[in-house]
């Protein structure tokens, strides 16, 4: 088990890797216990409340657990998306904010090859398969835009991914949604996008849930990612690219990388994934575009990326807390808190991990002064 | 009188012995130095006064009294001072600023910057150190930039100097200016620890040597009773060669060439001019040159990192049309820098990971994009030992290596590639001396075996010694090619001054 663990996550060789599994782990801990003086501090019962959360939020078995469970996997994966999405930009050195229009732009050209005629007919796997290529497309180029500006122009990436987040939302929700792509509101049915066929629904892997195979495409693409980020000159490089995007570190040029072309690619797979998360939310949640989205998955997805240690599978675990915390957080409003809540213990988290360097020095001198405590212990013997 | 002893000093890091028992005495004001390779332990012995490292055990006498120094705040108190080979300066803040930063003069709660001027003036002029107090430090060169730090120190009433390292970022004027400035505090009655590994400053300006091996003192020598050799014979443990035998190759096909390069640096300013020369296979050509004389803009321009205004580079018979290192690296150039933190490695990276690099996606490192990590083991074990990198361990991050074995590794990667032609872009810079004469092993190595070598040094006696044919560079511009048989240093150091020009010996 410790090998397989070993061999998964770490890949390092080094004498304290398991420090990097500690470390968020310590900061979730320091994050509740935070949250729960906060609780305290207004009155209210703080393990009543955590207790509401959890029971709720689809980690421990209880009473309901089969659906809160499973809309827990729902909402992670769309976490997973935007986190993974940032991580392998952040990996490659780039600091992409460009999940959010890259998710939203995957959501709607999901919903557009969900419902345009010539597809509805298809079988599903086929419809299902072309959908996905299509948003992965779209998405990529959302993505490639800024990768291209960066590598070609030198233009900063930060600015040209937010300026693209506003181009997407004003494109889609200020025109298309309510444009050329509205439902035929005559029909009285729905607003925003028609309807995806039912072709275009993503199947479902456990009956009488709303959980469909999105989680299983995101854990595949999580294998990949780490795949292709260990295991192949691409990854390789972007890694070197990333371990010297300081200024004035310029190893991975002189050592003859085409960091131009790199950056590009790593643009173009980071806003296919954020695409992908967003065709979850309309061939999985809401079957359409609606006229005003629920959005914030791809600024969530930094704070799960950063939970996540930018590591794929660090990513699967932050990106199941953080959908275990919006799944449970309405629960807590019968302890009286509103359900919000949550989100301030997520803040919490990315706020320690931030503090990250100074938890791993705390717990290093903890396991030293035990150490030698331990050595002298020996020697009295 | 003694100004500092150290005792029995033993410091332990995880698997390394930094101080074995070591024992020094100090007298006031001289200039001791202490020298030893890199990792002999000098630096940790250094922060252990200043109070950055607390040994295991061992005891310290400032002006003979035992003191406890924890931090750097009771080595100030003791009249410590210590500059450190980074400068810790702030680049936007005057050297008023910066030198009283921590101990403002104050009018009230205000700080009264008018004072501190004036108190900057008067430390400068009676340590006869001269500097603008008002100047941004920013826009200071190294060596002044060295100077404030001094003067930091200084005013803080230190009388025992701690400088580590101190020419390693110098050029060969400022270190002479720093000399300059050391003997004026030795007049002055302060105490200096000068560390170094450059033997030739040491002789220069120590008045006694203490030198350092794997965390033990060798021995402390008067300099008058000592010569070069034999402290790099107590530093290394062997005698060291720097002397290189004369080996003749036959000289082949032109490798490399640049003609009328004419190359604008990042501030604009034209930093090579109409430069033209070849590279033969089985020949190293040296350039020399005082620091800031267009070696940069040429190392970069051949990276392609700055692109030239005018003139053409050739790798072989080939024009390189769109220079960028990996172009030039597919050409088969490979490429040592000076600067190893910055452009040789990936820090955070493995050994192995930084060997590999470059040739990472050919075979048999990778086969299709996927890397074949047994492959890669195997070449980086048997490299790691060929170059003899210590500790031959390529699953130890290149940052945790020492300067020496840093160098080696990149070593490995650049020799190991496919290459005809080498770009060494001072090679030695901040190695101990067996690093440096391994580096010399390499280079004449490379000559024997027909590869074309361009070595840019700012050392001349590495020039004279290694060179089949030399460039001076100054002001960007080529005044002189002569043949080491045929010239002398004096004759190669007025030409680096640009003092005289010598037209180009006839091929």
Do not use: C
Request: hydrophobic share 45%.
């Amino acid at each position: 088990m410790k090998e397989l663990f070993y061999r998964l996550f770490v890949e390092r060789k080094e004498k304290y890797w398991w420090m990097n599994l500690l470390v968020p782990v310590t900061s979730i801990v320091i994050a509740l216990i935070v949250g729960a003086i906060f609780i305290w501090s207004t009155g209210r019962d703080p393990f009543l409340a955590y207790k509401l959360l959890f029971n709720a939020s689809g980690l421990v078995p209880g009473p309901y657990w089969k659906s809160s469970f499973t809309e827990m996997l729902l909402s992670s994966s769309l976490f997973i998306a935007t986190g993974l999405a940032f991580a392998i930009a952040a990996r490659s050195g780039l600091f992409s904010i460009g999940a959010e229009g890259q998710f939203t732009v995957g959501a709607i050209t999901a919903a557009y090859f969900g419902y345009a005629k010539p597809f509805a007919a298809l079988p599903t796997i086929i419809h299902l398969t072309i959908i996905l290529l299509m948003v992965m497309l779209a998405g990529g180029l959302w993505g490639f835009v800024a990768g291209y500006l960066r590598a070609k122009k030198g233009i900063n990436e930060v600015i040209v991914t937010i300026m693209l987040n506003w181009i997407a939302f004003h494109l889609i929700e200020g025109w298309l949604v309510t444009g050329p792509m509205a439902a035929d509101v005559s029909t009285g049915v729905i607003s925003g996008t028609p309807s995806v066929s039912p072709t275009a629904r993503l199947p479902i892997i456990l009956h009488n849930t709303r959980l469909n195979i999105g989680i299983l495409i995101m854990i595949a693409v999580i294998i990949i990612i780490w795949f292709l980020l260990y295991k192949t000159t691409f990854g390789f490089e972007i890694r070197a690219m990333g371990h010297t995007a300081v200024w004035g570190m310029e190893a991975s040029r002189v050592q003859g990388i085409n960091i131009n072309k790199r950056i590009m690619q790593v643009m173009l797979i980071s806003g296919a994934i954020a695409a992908l998360g967003g065709s979850f939310i309309t061939l999985g949640i809401n079957f359409h575009y609606p006229p005003v989205a629920d959005s914030g998955y791809g600024f969530d997805g930094i704070a799960v990326a950063l939970i996540g240690q930018n590591e794929p599978f660090g990513i699967l675990f932050s990106g199941i807390l953080i959908g275990a915390l919006r799944t449970g957080a309405t629960a807590v409003q019968i302890a009286h808190i509103p359900k919000t809540f949550p989100s301030i213990i997520e803040g919490l988290i990315v706020a320690f991990i931030a503090l990250q360097e100074l938890i791993r020095y705390l717990l290093f001198k903890l396991v030293k002064t035990k150490r030698t405590a331990q050595t002298e212990g020996g020697l009295t013997q | 009188m003694e100004a500092l002893a150290v005792k029995n000093i033993v410091k332990k890091f995880p698997n390394v012995l930094a101080n074995d028992n070591v024992s020094l005495s100090i007298e006031k004001g001289e200039i001791f130095a202490i020298v030893g390779e890199n990792g002999a332990g000098k630096s940790t012995l250094m922060k252990i006064v200043y109070g950055l490292y607390t040994p295991n055990s061992g005891e310290i006498f400032v002006f003979g009294n035992k003191e406890d120094i924890k931090n750097s705040h009771d080595a100030i108190k003791l009249k410590i001072g210590m500059v450190h080979q980074e400068f810790m300066l702030i680049p936007r803040f005057t050297v008023t600023e910066n030198i009283v930063l921590g101990d403002e003069p104050k009018k009230g709660v205000v700080f009264d910057y008018k004072r501190a001027v004036l108190e900057v003036k008067e430390l400068s002029e009676k340590f006869g150190l001269k500097i603008n107090p008002t100047e941004k430090v920013e826009n200071l060169s190294v060596g002044i930039q060295q100077r404030v730090e001094i003067l930091k120190i200084l005013r803080r009433g230190a009388e025992i100097l701690i400088l580590d390292e101190p020419t390693a970022v110098l050029t060969p004027q400022e270190t002479e200016e720093l000399f300059k400035t050391l003997n004026a505090l030795k007049q002055n009655g302060k105490t200096i620890i000068f560390i170094s590994h450059k033997l030739g400053e040491v002789m220069e300006i120590a008045d006694r040597v203490a030198v350092m091996r794997r965390g033990k003192v060798q021995g402390v020598v008067n300099k008058p009773d000592t010569s070069e050799k034999e402290l790099a014979k107590m530093m290394v443990g062997r005698d060291v060669v720097l002397e290189v035998p004369q080996v003749k190759v036959e000289k082949g096909k032109v490798v490399f060439s640049v003609s009328g390069l004419t190359v604008k640096n990042t501030r604009g300013i034209i930093g090579l001019k109409n430069v033209s020369f070849e590279v033969y296979s089985g020949e190293i050509v040296g350039i020399a040159g005082v620091e800031g004389n267009g070696q940069a803009e040429l190392v970069n321009a051949i990276l392609g990192f700055l692109k030239p205004i005018n003139g053409k580079i050739y790798m072989g018979m080939e024009e390189m049309k769109f220079i960028t290192p990996y172009n030039m690296r597919t050409r088969g150039m490979s490429y040592i820098t000076e600067d190893r933190k910055r452009r040789g490695l990936v820090l955070p990276f493995k050994a192995r990971e930084n060997v590999i690099m470059g040739q990472h996606s050919l075979y048999p490192f990778s086969n299709k994009g996927i890397l074949n990590n047994q492959a890669i083991d195997e070449f980086v074990t048997k490299k790691l030992e060929e170059f003899d990198v210590r500790p031959p361990n390529g699953y130890i991050k290149a940052e945790s290596f020492s300067g020496g074995n840093q160098q080696k590794i990149i070593l490995a990667r650049e020799m190991s590639m496919k290459h005809s032609f080498l770009l060494a872009s001072q090679p030695t810079r901040g190695l101990d001396v067996g690093a440096t004469e391994f580096v010399y092993k390499i280079l004449v190595e490379e000559k024997k075996k027909s590869k074309g070598v361009l070595l840019i040094s700012l050392e001349l006696s590495e020039i004279m010694g290694l060179s089949d044919r030399i460039l001076v560079l100054y002001g960007g511009e080529i005044v002189g090619e002569v043949m080491p048989s045929e010239t002398t240093e004096e004759e190669i150091g007025l030409m680096m001054l640009g003092l005289k020009r010598k037209e180009r010996v006839e091929q």
